[in-house]
């Protein structure tokens, strides 16, 4: 580490940590006693246990969301930069989105038989994401499931690899990790009773020849993968790196999936069609919909003539590859809006600028302050890296955390109307994201900043 640029002091943490808690329960008395209510019949208090994991004395409760403002029990209003962890990344009900939930209200919600929206949706799919053949699940951890299983089904193959630290969902084949170099059940999977390593691979992202011997035995059906890391902090590809994964699994006969759901941040194609990817299967859960729960996954025709070779011989009965509400009219209308209005290469031009905008502010904070990190960002998603390189993989990511000091800088933030996620403080910047909301965001960030450097704050006299 330069000379020039100390360690955290964590004694500075620990106590702005301390003091944005208390300051937390002193401005959100009806949150608390919301969650007192809530503790009686939740898990956690909460009805989805994630929702806890904001380092918070207890739950900051919404009572509404529109464009890029949340507005909580207590009245406070917040600029949000997390946006459901990607959920919401177009904004919190779209107008486009919110007028197809209200047509199609009043025409039927789900079916089990399609709708005239298929066919539009289905020609716009192929036309934003190059591939042919799609299905809609609930989930984009559904959406992995189908493909681990189709891609089994069309190679006869059993074995399944992944990246160390990857996340693709609650998908229990894939919560596998590496430790000392060993592959083991990701420590606190609840309830897992098999040994996961037994068909899932696990190697570190980045690392070819590890990507060569995992594949030399032609025994693997299919690659999972995120094309950039993001949930053990942003992990970037080297370059070459996606060109070495799809001539590998090609030399292998290996199936590759590319996970965009956090990744859709890059562009109206996602990280596929913006660095001209070429995977078999395509997949993107959350905000395809834009926040109504749906997702999608897609295949190419190679993998389309596997899968009815497959199907032509398998023996009759329940397929199990599929949920009573997956494809629903409701599902169908929000993604045929999102595709239409709003997944499209007019609304990322125009907020690219400022997610840059972001990105550099955030760079020349961490500078003035002197702290050990860095800022990166895919598109329209940023984060903070709590290191002086670009992590290698999800190892490194995972030493490099500073969760502590996450927290603290989350929670300052949200005290002083900003939010951005709890975990490895990532932010989205939506079409409705405003400079001056940039700007509120790098003004929360310059005092929580100071408040562990020592250093006076950049921004208290400057001009935005």
Same mark, same amino acid.
């Given at each position: 580490?330069?000379?020039?640029?100390?360690?955290?002091?964590?004694?500075?943490? /620990?106590?702005? %940590?301390?003091?944005?808690?208390?300051?937390?329960?002193?401005?959100? #008395?009806?949150?608390?006693?919301?969650?007192?209510?809530?503790?009686?019949?939740?898990?956690?208090?909460?009805?989805?246990?994630?929702?806890?994991?904001?380092?918070?004395?207890?739950?900051?409760?919404?009572?509404?969301?529109?464009?890029?403002? *949340?507005?909580?029990?207590?009245?406070?209003?917040?600029?949000? !930069?997390? =946006?459901?962890?990607?959920?919401?990344?177009?904004?919190?009900?779209?107008?486009?989105?919110?007028? &197809?939930?209200?047509?199609?209200?009043?025409?039927?919600?789900?079916?089990?038989?399609?709708?005239?929206?298929?066919?539009?949706?289905?020609?716009? =799919?192929?036309?934003?994401?190059?591939?042919?053949?799609?299905?809609?699940?609930? /989930?984009?951890?559904?959406?992995?499931?189908?493909?681990?299983?189709?891609?089994?089904?069309?190679?006869?193959?059993?074995?399944?690899?992944? !990246?160390?630290?990857?996340?693709?969902?609650?998908?229990?084949?894939? !919560?596998?990790?590496?430790?000392?170099?060993?592959?083991?059940?990701?420590?606190?999977?609840?309830?897992?009773?098999?040994?996961?390593?037994?068909?899932?691979?696990? @190697?570190?992202?980045?690392?070819?020849?590890?990507?060569?011997?995992?594949?030399?035995?032609?025994?693997?059906?299919?690659?999972?993968?995120?094309?950039?890391?993001?949930?053990?902090?942003?992990? *970037?590809?080297?370059?070459?790196?996606?060109?070495?994964?799809?001539?590998?699994?090609?030399?292998?006969?290996?199936?590759?999936?590319?996970?965009?759901?956090?990744?859709?941040?890059?562009?109206? +194609?996602?990280?596929?069609?913006?660095?001209?990817?070429?995977?078999?299967?395509?997949?993107?859960?959350?905000?395809?919909? +834009?926040?109504?729960?749906?997702?999608?996954?897609?295949?190419?025709?190679?993998?389309?003539?596997?899968?009815?070779?497959?199907?032509?011989?398998?023996?009759?009965?329940?397929?199990? @590859?599929?949920? /009573?509400?997956? +494809?629903?009219?409701?599902?169908? &209308?929000?993604?045929?809006?999102?595709?239409?209005?709003?997944?499209?290469?007019?609304?990322?031009?125009?907020?690219?600028?400022?997610?840059?905008? =972001?990105?550099?502010?955030?760079?020349?904070? @961490?500078?003035?302050?002197?702290?050990?990190?860095?800022?990166?960002?895919?598109?329209?998603?940023?984060?903070?890296?709590?290191?002086?390189?670009?992590?290698?993989?999800?190892?490194?990511? %995972?030493? !490099?955390?500073?969760?502590?000091?996450?927290? &603290?800088?989350? %929670?300052?933030?949200?005290?002083?109307?900003?939010?951005?996620? #709890?975990?490895?403080?990532?932010?989205?910047?939506?079409?409705?994201?405003?400079?001056?909301?940039?700007?509120? %965001?790098?003004?929360?960030?310059?005092?929580?900043?100071?408040?562990?450097?020592?250093?006076?704050?950049?921004?208290?006299?400057?001009?935005?």
């Amino acid at each position: 580490m330069s000379a020039s640029i100390p360690a955290v002091n964590p004694d500075r943490v /620990t106590a702005l %940590l301390a003091r944005e808690r208390t300051r937390f329960a002193e401005r959100t #008395p009806k949150s608390k006693e919301l969650a007192a209510r809530t503790a009686a019949h939740w898990l956690n208090g909460v009805p989805m246990h994630w929702m806890v994991d904001w380092g918070t004395p207890y739950p900051l409760f919404v009572t509404e969301a529109r464009g890029v403002a *949340l507005t909580d029990a207590d009245g406070h209003t917040y600029v949000d !930069f997390c =946006l459901g962890d990607t959920g919401a990344m177009f904004g919190h009900s779209p107008p486009a989105v919110a007028d &197809a939930i209200r047509r199609q209200a009043d025409r039927g919600l789900t079916t089990m038989l399609p709708s005239p929206d298929a066919a539009i949706v289905g020609e716009l =799919l192929a036309k934003r994401f190059h591939l042919p053949f799609w299905q809609v699940t609930a /989930t984009a951890s559904d959406a992995n499931r189908s493909v681990i299983r189709w891609a089994r089904a069309a190679t006869g193959r059993r074995k399944l690899l992944v !990246f160390n630290g990857c996340y693709h969902g609650a998908v229990d084949d894939t !919560f596998v990790a590496l430790e000392n170099g060993k592959p083991r059940n990701r420590p606190g999977l609840v309830g897992e009773v098999r040994d996961v390593t037994a068909d899932t691979r696990v @190697i570190e992202f980045n690392d070819i020849a590890a990507l060569d011997r995992a594949l030399a035995t032609d025994d693997v059906a299919l690659v999972l993968a995120e094309p950039v890391m993001t949930n053990c902090g942003m992990v *970037l590809p080297e370059d070459g790196y996606h060109d070495v994964l799809r001539k590998l699994t090609r030399k292998h006969g290996t199936l590759l999936c590319i996970d965009e759901t956090h990744t859709i941040s890059s562009g109206a +194609g996602g990280y596929t069609a913006t660095h001209g990817l070429d995977p078999d299967f395509f997949v993107m859960g959350k905000p395809i919909s +834009g926040g109504v729960p749906a997702a999608i996954y897609g295949w190419s025709d190679a993998v389309d003539e596997k899968i009815k070779a497959y199907m032509a011989t398998r023996e009759g009965g329940y397929s199990g @590859i599929g949920t /009573t509400l997956s +494809g629903s009219a409701l599902q169908l &209308a929000c993604m045929r809006a999102v595709l239409e209005a709003i997944l499209t290469d007019a609304v990322y031009a125009a907020a690219l600028p400022r997610a840059e905008f =972001l990105e550099r502010g955030i760079g020349t904070l @961490i500078r003035h302050h002197a702290l050990p990190w860095h800022v990166v960002r895919v598109g329209l998603r940023a984060e903070i890296v709590s290191a002086l390189e670009h992590p290698k993989n999800g190892t490194e990511a %995972l030493l !490099f955390a500073h969760s502590e000091a996450e927290h &603290a800088l989350h %929670l300052h933030c949200l005290n002083r109307g900003v939010v951005i996620t #709890p975990f490895h403080n990532m932010m989205l910047v939506c079409p409705e994201t405003s400079d001056a909301d940039v700007n509120r %965001l790098l003004d929360a960030l310059d005092g929580g900043f100071a408040e562990i450097s020592g250093k006076l704050p950049l921004r208290a006299t400057a001009t935005h």
